[in-house]
Every structure is written in structure tokens, then in C-alpha cells.
């Protein structure tokens, strides 16, 4: 078992930044390709980065260039550095984890979720 906290979150005017982390606990974190999605109301949930064990990363386009995935597997968390935020990235974050080396979009290739973190970008 893997358990995920997601952190960070808040309200931020446009244009504006936030930082989240994403702490694990449980099995050996370096094991894991670490994701971060997202979920408005009524729509469905997003992918929005993934950190592979290697430390490569993958970006939705909507979010390349603006947000930075790191990870540190030292202290076994992974951080999603938000930059340029618009009022559409407002959404609540999760934090998901696999063991698989492909690049996987969809949330049910992910074994392991945190409970999710709000962020409200504001006009």
C-alpha cells in the first residue's frame, strides 16, 4: 500500500503561483511514477503530469510551459510548481501513484490516490 497527501492548495489570483506537494508513505517511493490530476465540478478527472521513476516527466499541453513536476525521493514527495495559473486550472488536485513505465493518462491505470487538494484561481 501507498498512502498519498496531497497539500498546497488555495486561492490565488490569476496570473498568480502556487505550490503542491504530494507526500507518500508505504512501499518504496523511487519505485513509483508519481501523477497529479485534476477535477472540476461535473466534469471529469484530468491528467495533468506524471513524474516517471527516472525523474522524466510528461505535461498536458494545457499546462506545458506553466507547471513544473519534480520529485524528492529523499523525503518521498513530489511537487507540482504552478505558475501563470488561469481562472480554467481551478479544480480540485489529486495525487496518484503506479509502477508502470509507460506514460499512462487515464486515472484507472493508477493504483493508489491521495484525497485531493483545492485550488481556485480567481479572475
Known amino acids: 500500500q501507498v498512502q498519498l497527501v496531497e497539500s498546497g492548495g488555495g486561492l490565488v489570483q490569476a496570473g498568480g503561483s502556487l505550490r503542491l506537494s504530494c507526500a507518500a508513505s508505504?512501499?518504496?517511493?523511487?519505485?513509483?511514477?508519481l501523477a497529479w490530476f485534476r477535477q472540476a465540478p461535473g466534469r471529469e478527472r484530468q491528467f495533468v503530469a506524471a513524474?516517471?521513476?527516472?525523474?522524466?516527466?510528461f505535461y498536458h499541453n494545457a499546462v506545458k510551459g506553466r507547471f513544473t513536476l519534480s520529485r524528492d525521493n529523499g523525503n518521498n514527495t513530489v511537487y507540482l510548481q504552478m505558475n501563470s495559473l488561469k481562472p480554467e486550472d481551478s479544480s480540485i488536485y489529486y495525487c496518484?501513484?503506479?509502477?508502470?513505465?509507460?506514460?499512462?493518462?487515464?486515472?484507472?491505470?493508477?493504483?493508489?490516490w491521495g484525497q485531493g487538494t483545492q485550488v481556485t484561481v480567481s479572475t
Open positions: 508505504g512501499r518504496t517511493f523511487s519505485d513509483y511514477t
Open positions: 513524474v516517471r521513476t527516472d525523474s522524466e516527466t
Open positions: 496518484a501513484a503506479n509502477q508502470r513505465w509507460l506514460w499512462m493518462l487515464s486515472p484507472s491505470s493508477y493504483d493508489y
